[in-house]
């Protein structure tokens, strides 16, 4: 049986070190510091057909993003006007780069944890109290679990969108 994503691909020959069927291949748990430290990758696979990639920012804060096909509708839109359900909203929309941890042939939207009632490590090291939830990687990839399923049903509906938006 073939398994495949939104644009087609057969998910066994994306490739790269983070992308297989449902299950994470790497998994590290966020590590919150108020010294800062080189941004990485703390989990990434695929989830309801979407690939996605949870981050270590500086060791700050996490931060979660979700990849859609560069010939998508979406990428050519604001990421304020993509009404996808996320943590405090999406903060980020922007196309993959080889040089990045976000790699290149994505469009990837992205939200963070570092709003007043997350706990943000660069508080700490403003000099300021860092209080507020820190976010485990379970808790990371619930809600990446619960944006992807939204996400995807808007790539489904996006032509429906459109028409709705322009009236």
Known sequence: ????????????????DCFTLEKPKQRKEMVYTNTE???????CGIKNNIEYIIINNKG???CCYLGI????????????????????????GKVGEDESL????KYWLGWDYGHCDDYTGFLSH?????????????????EIWTAS???EQLL?????????NKK
């Open 1 to 16: 049986m073939e398994i495949r994503n939104i644009e087609g691909k057969i998910l066994k020959e994306i490739g790269g």
């Open 37 to 43: 430290i080189k941004s990485h990758i703390l989990s």
């Open 60 to 62: 700050w804060y996490p």
């Open 69 to 92: 096909p560069l010939n998508h509708p979406l990428t050519n839109k604001n990421y304020n006007d993509i009404p996808l359900q996320c943590h405090g909203g999406l903060t980020f």
């Open 102 to 105: 976000l790699p290149s042939g």
């Open 126 to 142: 403003s000099g300021y109290t860092a209080t507020g939830k820190k976010w485990t990687l379970n808790e990371l990839e619930e």
């Open 149 to 151: 399923f939204h996400l």
């Open 156 to 164: 489904k509906l996006f032509p429906d969108f459109l028409k709705e």
